[in-house]
């Protein structure tokens, strides 16, 4: 997914961690990894661990670091819109129109990081601090719980103990149920392929208004 | 014997819980949280977080100190099988959310496919995209 921009922008001083979410192990992950040959660097997280620091709830999502290690934009959707969401059920048609409109989000979302390479705290997309203290995702006591939860079942599964650990894996979705991340690892451990099956179609049904991606919020119009 | 997950790894001991209640020596109790029970409460760096009177027979005594009880003055989620076995202590919510709004990006460090262990902070000097993805 990032590729082409790390190769684009690597000599002005710019990275891509890409992290792979995936409690089944790098075995999981490799095939993707190793189809598309990134250059960046691809780290596998089993324990979910970036999702706990940045308090991810979903893929992909991305946070911008500066070159001292300080947050400018927080965990927000990266560059996806939910467009699938309106896909032909039996055919697996996307509208057209929802196909620009995640093109465009896409295209919006790699230019503001060109723009953020090339002028730093200037870009308007670099939020000042009380900005993006303000889009921080909160953190509470139920998904610090959550998380436990999830490390405990992720534990036993790993360790012979598949039926406990799922069924401790739905508490941690029961403690965050807006987390995808912890829903679909879960469906993914429990039978490759459920998580994104039936089940998962009805639990996007359930959302209605809600958001499968929270649209990113991001200035309209070209970097300048 | 108890397994018990924390931020700095897992760890085996041989004591028992008792329901959520597990004592350890002050020596693993330290390994596991890396708090030290000391006269002014509990410790970790310079910092102490004191035990409100009336409870000191529930945190410690026999010399063994109650991880549970730590988790709960603490409010660290502490997460266990139902067998009590296993067990899982995070770090307090809020001081994860203080953490995230003073935008210091939280180091970490994961391997990469070849197994090669990557910090985060290896990266400073550089803008980073940190981004998620995965298989499912």
């Not at chain 1, 893929?59 to 996806?80: F, K, L, N």
């Not at chain 1, 406990?164 to 451990?189: K, T, Y």
Request: charged share 25%.
């Amino acid at each position: 997914m990032w590729q082409a921009l790390y190769e684009e922008l690597k000599s002005k001083k710019f990275v891509v961690i890409a992290v792979a979410l995936e409690s089944r192990g790098a075995d999981a992950a490799r095939p993707w990894i190793e189809q598309a040959k990134p250059t960046y660097p691809c780290l596998i997280d089993v324990d979910h661990v970036v999702a706990r620091e940045y308090n991810m709830i979903n893929v992909p999502q991305a946070v911008w670091i500066d070159e001292q290690g300080h947050i400018v934009r927080p965990t927000e959707t990266a560059g996806v819109t939910e467009g699938f969401r309106k896909m032909n059920p039996t055919t697996y048609e996307m509208p057209k129109e929802e196909m620009q409109a995640g093109a465009a989000a896409r295209r919006r979302y790699l230019d503001a990081i060109r723009d953020w390479v090339a002028r730093g705290t200037a870009s308007k997309f670099a939020l000042d601090g009380a900005e993006a203290r303000k889009r921080t995702p909160r953190f509470t006591a139920d998904i610090a719980r959550a998380h436990a939860t999830f490390r405990l079942g992720r534990y036993l599964v790993e360790h012979g103990r598949r039926d406990e650990g799922l069924q401790i894996l739905e508490q941690a979705v029961a403690l965050n149920p807006d987390a995808w991340s912890i829903w679909r690892q879960m469906a993914d451990l429990d039978t490759v392929g459920k998580a994104g099956g039936p089940e998962f179609w009805a639990r996007v049904g359930a959302l209605g208004e809600k958001h499968y991606y929270a649209p990113v919020d991001m200035p309209e119009g070209q970097a300048q | 014997m108890t397994t018990i997950i924390s931020t700095g790894g897992v760890h085996k001991v041989t004591d028992r819980p008792d329901g959520t209640d597990l004592w350890l020596t002050p020596q693993k109790f330290e390994a596991v949280t890396g708090f030290a029970l000391k006269p002014e409460g509990f410790c970790r760096d310079a910092v102490c977080i004191p035990i409100p009177p009336g409870r000191e027979r529930h945190v410690h005594h026999g010399r063994k100190v109650n991880i549970a009880a730590f988790a709960e003055l603490t409010h660290r989620p502490w997460v266990g099988t139902e067998s009590g076995d296993c067990w899982v202590l995070e770090e307090p919510a809020d001081a994860r959310d203080a953490a995230l709004r003073s935008l210091e990006a939280p180091d970490f460090a994961l391997p990469d496919l070849d197994g090669r262990t990557h910090h985060l902070s290896d990266y400073r000097g550089s803008k980073v995209l940190l981004a998620s993805w995965a298989s499912w």
